[in-house]
């Protein structure tokens, strides 16, 4: 009976134990010394492709690749011996042979187990395909990586490299594996390496190496390089690795230098600073132009070269360009003052320009000490003043002087009786009265290069109505003219020539009484072409007069001054009889009127 409950016993240890393995997720067997499967789950009979107890009492190595079952007994044997749990082929790599003769890693962990029957293996199995697949896509994208990759183990061990890395260290990927990661740093930060390296595996995040400092690397022909290196810690089945992102800055460092060297050289004052306003660079130029030495410029903000009445608001106007990032001249429109070291200021013209670099965007200040330029434009400023006032001068004794003349020449006519002489001496007053004027507008002008030849009009046409004792009620005279800017030595014979017209045109064109109208017009044309005409419509000219060959004076007035302005003269001589002359409004095409 007791022997009857022992084997009870021991049948419910075993179903329990089936049980357990049974239930497990992981696929489980137990072979006996034999080789032989005495027991295995479901998850193993799936996971190799057999049916249900399919393989039990088979050997073992019917689940082994037949390349690895020649030396597998010799193995299975060896375990027998020294017993103990251990994963198996420590170092190797494992694979599984299914029914349908597929391969598949896999990862082996081997317990011994202690039964009635003698010493059983329990073997767990875990299929390590989809890590596998994981491990090889995550090489596949360290390998099609842009930059150099290099992984290495908390020993300091070059675990992997990429393609990238090799070309730019120089070794071949079998020269470089497994070696120490300070094969690729320069023999002068050797010996500090592994103290930051092993503060780095204490605090494990991802993040720039060596921040704030400049990083160089080491190739295989001895050649060093500077270098930008991103640490990312990876946790793996072997603990956690380090994968290093390492960046060629050579390039980079030449296009600095290129622009350092390009910044040095500017003839101005060049300033460069950070969006915070601090002095990121400065130049020689700059040096000289504020006084300071470079050192005591450097990473100070730049409100120290602005006077003291300028820098509370120069930090929203420093914001303001950051927030509208484009090439243009600061405070356009106002006066810019900077201040040297010394405590003097000077006036100052700066050019910003927005600058892209790895630590973000900053602005270069072209800045030139237009001092001298300040002083000439003062001078030039005093200069154009007192010509101004000398030129207002001799206008002013011109008009009294054509005054005088006038007034001499009304006395002269006051003794005469011949009227045809005094008629004469009208004539010249209105055409000195003709000139005066024009200079009185030029006087009272504040710009003595050009007239606007609009107002000498309006002020001249009533002047002569009034000296020919014109009524309104008998001629109309009708004044239709556009501001037109003319140079002195047009707007003189100009004058003369409208003087001569209208004066031709109250003596003549009305007699006997006769009532009529008189249209005066004056416009700027295409090509800056200036159009005068002067029409009546009055008796008209008779068909007698030549105007090649009259002997006139005004109407020879009127031709010579038109060949003054470099004009041309057009003549109606009835219905209505219109004098058309066309002349450029250019001044450099006019000949001087003296």
């Known amino acids: 009976m007791v022997n009857d409950l022992s084997a009870d016993i021991r049948q419910r240890g075993r179903e329990v134990f089936r049980r357990v393995v049974e239930a497990v997720p992981s696929a489980m067997l137990a072979i006996g010394p034999d080789g032989r499967i005495v027991l295995a789950n479901a998850q193993l009979d799936q996971l190799f492709g057999y049916a249900r107890g399919e393989l039990v009492g088979q050997s073992i190595e019917v689940l082994v690749p037949e390349r690895y079952r020649h030396g597998h007994p010799d193995l299975r044997q060896g375990f027998f011996a020294r017993p103990q749990s251990r994963p198996m082929g420590a170092g190797r790599d494992l694979y599984g042979l299914r029914k349908d003769g597929s391969e598949f890693p896999v990862e082996i962990g081997l317990n011994p187990i202690e039964t009635e029957d003698g010493t059983l293996v329990l073997s767990s199995i875990i299929d390590l395909s989809p890590r596998k697949r994981i491990e090889e896509r995550f090489r596949r994208v360290v390998e099609a990586a842009p930059n150099a990759m290099v992984m290495i183990n908390s020993a300091g061990l070059i675990e992997m490299v990429n393609n990238q ?64 290196i991103g640490l990312n810690p990876i946790e793996t089945d072997e603990g956690t690795l380090v994968l290093s992102s390492i960046i060629d800055l050579s390039p980079r460092k030449r296009v600095e230098e290129r622009f350092r060297r390009v910044v040095e050289a500017a003839p101005s004052a060049m300033v460069m600073i950070t969006r915070a306003g601090l002095i990121e660079m400065v130049n020689d130029q700059a040096e000289r132009m504020f006084g300071y030495d470079r050192a005591d410029l450097l990473g100070r903000s730049v409100e120290i070269l602005l006077p003291n009445r300028f820098r509370q608001n120069h930090p929203q106007l420093r914001s303001d360009f950051f927030t509208d990032l484009q090439s243009r001249s600061m405070g356009a429109g106002r006066d810019l003052y900077a201040l040297r070291k010394d405590g003097s200021e000077f006036p100052v013209e700066i050019g910003l320009n927005p600058i892209e670099t790895e630590e973000g965007t900053m602005v270069l200040s072209a800045i030139v000490d237009i001092s001298d330029r300040k002083q000439k434009e003062q001078r030039i400023e005093e200069a154009l003043e007192e010509k101004n006032i000398l030129l207002a001068e001799i206008h002013h004794r011109v008009k009294n002087n054509l005054q005088i003349v006038h ?36 006087y009272q002008s504040k710009d003595f290069a050009e007239i606007d030849f609009r107002s000498v009009l309006e002020s001249l046409v009533p002047t002569l109505t009034q000296s020919y004792r014109v009524s309104p009620t008998d001629i109309d005279v009708q004044l239709d003219a556009e501001n037109v800017l003319l140079a002195l030595n047009a707007a003189i014979p100009c004058g003369l020539i409208v003087n001569e017209l209208i004066s031709n045109a109250l003596k003549h064109a009305f007699p006997a009484g006769r009532s009529g109208r008189i249209n005066i017009s004056m416009k700027l044309g295409d090509g800056d072409i200036v159009e005068l005409r002067v029409e009546d419509n009055g008796v008209g000219i008779p068909a007698e007069i030549d105007f090649e060959t009259t002997s006139t004076l005004g109407l020879q007035l009127v031709q010579l001054l038109t060949s003054q302005l470099k004009g041309t003269l057009d003549v109606n001589r009835v219905n209505p009889t219109c004098f058309t002359i066309a002349f450029p409004a250019v001044r450099s095409n006019f000949e001087s009127s003296t």
């Open 165 to 228: 890395a090799e070309r730019l260290f120089g070794y071949d990927r079998a020269e470089i594996l497994g070696r120490p990661i300070e094969t690729l740093v320069p023999m002068r930060f050797r010996p500090g390496h592994p103290q930051l390296r092993s503060d780095f595996f204490t605090d494990l995040q991802s993040r720039p190496m060596g921040a704030g400092r400049d990083l160089y690397a080491l190739r295989k022909d001895g050649s060093e390089f500077p270098v930008e």
């Open 407 to 442: 007034s001499l020449l009304d006395l002269q006519s006051a003794r005469l009786t011949d009227q045809a002489a005094i008629e004469m001496l009208n004539d010249s007053k209105n055409r000195v009265s003709s000139m005066a004027l024009i200079h009185q507008i030029l």
